[in-house]
């Protein structure tokens, strides 16, 4: 009897098998286990949030008290009754479509001056990313002084040269070019490194090749470099977009100096009034809906884009995407 | 001697016997929140908040003076937060307006509280700022400060001009003011180098220079807004009439010539670039002028009968859900009364309190001026807040602030006439007002 219990390596025959993974689903389990922190904080801290502020787009959520659920009223209040959210989508649209494109031709032409091997490049390497460490807040009031119409340094320039001066973050013309100055300035060191690592993937040999075939300094750039740098610039741009889109602490510090969003409510950008709603209105249903409406614009445009990269981005390895 | 003699200050608390613990009573910890964090503040509130734990031996109040909440975060994000999530601190000072935070039922009613308080009685506080914590007949916190508003004026300026820089010489009417205005205005080169006095610098008084022609902003007892008034279209229309008349009409034009607004270190009025200015009773102190100047009344409109002044609290206030309202009571009765006796002496913020005691004086102050011309000077804040206008009493001040201000601004620039803009933004201010009570 007791050796009808056993079986071979002497297990017990009343014995449960004995789950056994396989291998695969080992290494996996290992790896669900090692990423498990990221991923738990992705749906704690990224996905509830998210999938939280879509339900609370659709109610009156004031914060001190539970939400009411009212459908797509947010909508039709932001989309038809208030005159300042046109303002500020306006205000948003022209801070991109110039801060994002200036900023990738400055970016772009600081890496090509600092692609360079020469004594003490890492130091201006460094000093041009350095204004991107600085914090927005600090960034801001400095250019604040700056751009004082009638003691700033920028004005002083100006009037040096003969030309007018301008009122900057006192005009309604001329204030969302000063916080597009802003942006390039503070942003450009980032996005410059960026197109560094992509200039340095780029093989001599191409270049090189070039050269040999008679090519000049521009058709060098224009027909090897730019071409092969496409996928860098598409990052920086999509990038660009996104943050260009949620412009919040400039226009929120700048603005304060005009009681509030700038002269005629040039510096309302679309975060600002998100912000307003929020957390100054106690309407957080309606911060909620614009967000919704931010995230659907931007995934639209993100595609767009990735649409469109297969028509201008190329890669060294197989052509066009 | 007696002129330079240092004012009387307040009686301190240990001359007053503690308050014994009563048996039934065991020892608490309130928390209290606030965003001062200024110098003066980190030097007068422990002491003040020591006071007060002398007065009431079993309460021990834990606060920071850090500019912000215990941890970080902007205030209002993490009061709101910690409100809604029903573990507020005990009492919260606010800088913005409560009735916001009371209509959507976040504030604990404090009258029965007041009804025995030893200080805090609903008729010991000037009634506009009181009204300002009140919201349908309730009152949800109290003012400790009330600094009022006021034109502060060069006094050696106007001797150049051969104007008489006393008081109750200043002009009573706008045309009166605007005339004496000009008298101050410059232009060399085509350039604005002074200015008389700048009406719409100051967007808090906003409310006054509609009460100074008669006119209103908010009716809280129809609660319902009413800034298309003809009287509020006269009062803006003054305006633009004085940007053309003086200042060239072009609103940004002039706002490139000096840093008008105020009555602060590098503002136009303290670089001398401008004879009059507006601002609130604490600058008399905060603000350090570094010459003579005078405080006058502001000056009535066509439509007005009579002058009125603003004014811009601190609020202490006692979230619901606080683990120790009683107690937290007693803290904001204390520092909104005797307290603020205290701070008087440091800052001269003019306290909301009507009991306070009329010795007590600015040491500041009366260093500046003297004993005799401080005391005058802190009467007359006294006396002009008993012609205070409502203000910071609508459910939804903030927006209806902002929106006013944009309304403003663009009759300024001249994109609206003041009809059209006082017309958009009370259809706008009363659809919210409506949404928001709606939901009440």
Redesign the interface.
Known sequence: MVKSLLRRGGQRADARPRWRLSKRARDSLKAYLFVSPWIISLLVFTAYPMIASFYFAMT?Y????PP?WVGLQNFKVMFT?D??YWKSVWNTVYYTLFSVPLGLIVALLLALLLNQRSHGIGLYRTAYYLPGLMPAVASTLLWMVLLD??LGLVNAALRAVGLP?L?WL???TWSKPALILMSIWSGSGGTMLIFLAGLKEIPESLQEAAKIDGANAWQRFRHVVLPLLTPTIFFNLVMGIINSFQVFTTAFVAGAQT??AG???SLLMYMLLLY?YG????NMGHASAMALVMFIALVLITLALIRSSSYWVYYEAGGRR | MAACAPATPPAPAEEKPAEEVPAEKEKVTISWWNQFSTPICQEMFPRIVGDFEELYPWVTVDFEISGGPPGGGNYIEVLLSRIAAGNPPDTATLWTPPVQFAARGSLMAIDEMMKDAKWARPESFYEKPLRSCQWRGETYGLPSSAGPGCIFTNTAQFEEKGVSPNRDDFPKTWEDTKELSAKFVVWEDGELTHAGLVPWEASWLYPVWSGLNGGQLFDAENERYVLDSDANVEWLSYWVQWLDDQYGGDIEQFNLYGPWGGVYPESAFQLGLCSMAQSGSWACTDAEIPFAWEVVRFPVGPNGTKSVTGFWPNWWVIPKGASHPKEAFLFIEYLCTKGWETWYTAVMDTPAWKDFSPDILTQKLVDQVGLERAKEIHQFFAAYLEDAVDMWNSPIEDFASDTLNSAIDEVLHKTKTPTEALQEAQDLCQAKLEEVLQSI
């Open positions: 009156e004031t914060i001190l008290n009411r009754k005159p300042l119409p009638r001066p009122g006192r005009s309604a009681g509030g002269p005629l409510n307003r957390f100054r209105y106690f």
